[in-house]
């Protein structure tokens, strides 16, 4: 199953900074997201322990810690996903067979080539850039 932790995230962060005078109960959120509200609040206290939300308890009001431009996708990423490997080596190859002995070890480099490659990309994506493509296309619709 595919992890969708940055994509519901990032949902989130730019749903609080599209709606910044509504009502923002995790309920609303969710329906947004098609989820159940305890997911929203569970990824929002993520959010706000990285420091890119902040929020008063009884109040449905949270709001982004910073300007959408100074939020890149890597801190949401950093924020909400706890095992950072976009790809898995499997490591229970034989170790008597020519390829299976090494094969972790070369595939290892080539995965942590394309992790920090991707987290490298992440970082130059902001928020603002995904807030503005939404309004771009809302804009068409």
Do not use: W
């Not at 929020?55 to 431009?69: E, F, Y």
């Amino acid at each position: 199953m595919a992890n969708t932790q940055l994509s519901d995230a990032t949902h989130i962060m730019a749903y609080i900074a599209l709606h910044t005078n509504d009502q923002l109960k995790s309920e609303h959120i969710a329906s947004s997201l098609n989820t159940d509200p305890t997911m929203v609040r569970r990824m929002m206290s993520k959010l706000r322990k990285a420091g890119l939300l902040t929020s008063v308890r009884g109040v449905a009001r949270p709001t982004l810690a910073c300007s959408p431009n100074d939020i890149t996708l890597k801190d949401i990423y950093v924020a909400v996903v706890a095992k950072r490997d976009f790809l898995n080596v499997d490591h229970n190859t034989s170790e008597t067979c020519p390829v299976g002995s090494v094969i972790p070890r070369v595939m290892e480099k080539y995965y942590c080539d394309i992790q920090n490659s991707a987290e490298a990309r992440m970082s130059r994506v902001t928020l603002q850039d995904i807030i503005d493509d939404i309004s771009a296309i809302q804009q068409q619709v």
